[in-house]
T-cell receptor
Framework: AQRVTQPEKLLSVFKGAPVELKCNYS??????LFWYVQYSRQRLQLLLR??SRESIKGFTADLNKGETSFHLKKPFAQEEDSAMYYC?????????FGAGTILRVKS | EAGVTQFPSHSVIEKGQTVTLRCDPI?????LYWYRRVMGKEIKFLLH????????ESGMPNNRFLAERTGGTYSTLKVQPAELEDSGVYFC?????????????FGQGTRLTVV
């Protein structure tokens, strides 16, 4: 079965603190994983994908096949990072999403 | 460049009524997807069009939902008759290639409330 689990509904941190948004997946085969973000009153948009191995807005995510995880990390949170974050995997031609985590960065 | 556009942004209807949601994808994008997020739960796939053909409709909840994409341009998703559990946010996305191979661009979503 293809499944994405984001165990935290809400993560609240102070500005400048490290952030880790957790994502675990279930998938047979080699997964393609993504993080999508939805800022307030904006549309859902791609933040990063594991195959790109890039850092976007200071965020990185490493695919750990042994732990079936794809956690999103940022060393120093900023207030503008406050948003809803979705982890997703590509299952066939469609995306399978987790339930999302609200990140709230407090000043 | 215009992004994916969805109409209406909000809809409140009574149980038993009919509602039609519309999605205009990015011009030139053959792939069009419908997804739905029910309150507090994950965004779930409904169906996938390639041009005017339904490639995968495995996520459609039941036969009260009908999606069309005449001419391979815009798409409509009709719910008839609507039930309370149909409430949620309906997202449309489009891509040049199937999701994952090319980035999927999402619309703002339509928030449907069935009362």
């Amino acid at each position: 079965a293809q499944r994405v689990t984001q165990p935290e509904k809400l993560l609240s941190v102070f500005k400048g603190a490290p952030v880790e948004l957790k994502c675990n997946y279930s998938y047979s085969g080699s997964p393609e994983l993504f993080w999508y973000v939805q800022y307030s009153r904006q549309r859902l948009q791609l933040l990063l994908r594991h195959i790109s191995r890039e850092s976007i807005k200071g965020f990185t995510a490493d695919l750990n096949k042994g732990e079936t995880s794809f956690h999103l990390k940022k060393p120093f949170a900023q207030e503008e990072d406050s948003a809803m974050y979705y982890c997703a995997l590509r299952g066939g031609n469609k995306l399978v999403f987790g339930a999302g985590t609200i990140l709230r960065v407090k000043s | 460049e215009a992004g994916v556009t969805q109409f209406p942004s909000h809809s409140v209807i009574e149980k038993g009524q009919t509602v039609t949601l519309r999605c205009d994808p990015i011009s030139g994008h053959d792939n069009l997807y419908w997804y739905r997020r029910v309150m507090g739960k994950e965004i779930k796939f409904l169906l996938h069009f390639v041009k005017e053909s339904k490639q995968d409709e495995s996520g459609m909840p039941n036969n009260r939902f009908l999606a069309e994409r005449t001419g391979g341009t815009y798409s409509t998703l009709k719910v008839q008759p609507a039930e309370l559990e149909d409430s949620g946010v309906y997202f449309c996305a489009s891509s040049q290639d199937p999701a994952g191979k090319a980035e999927a661009f999402f619309g703002q979503g339509t928030r449907l409330t069935v009362v």
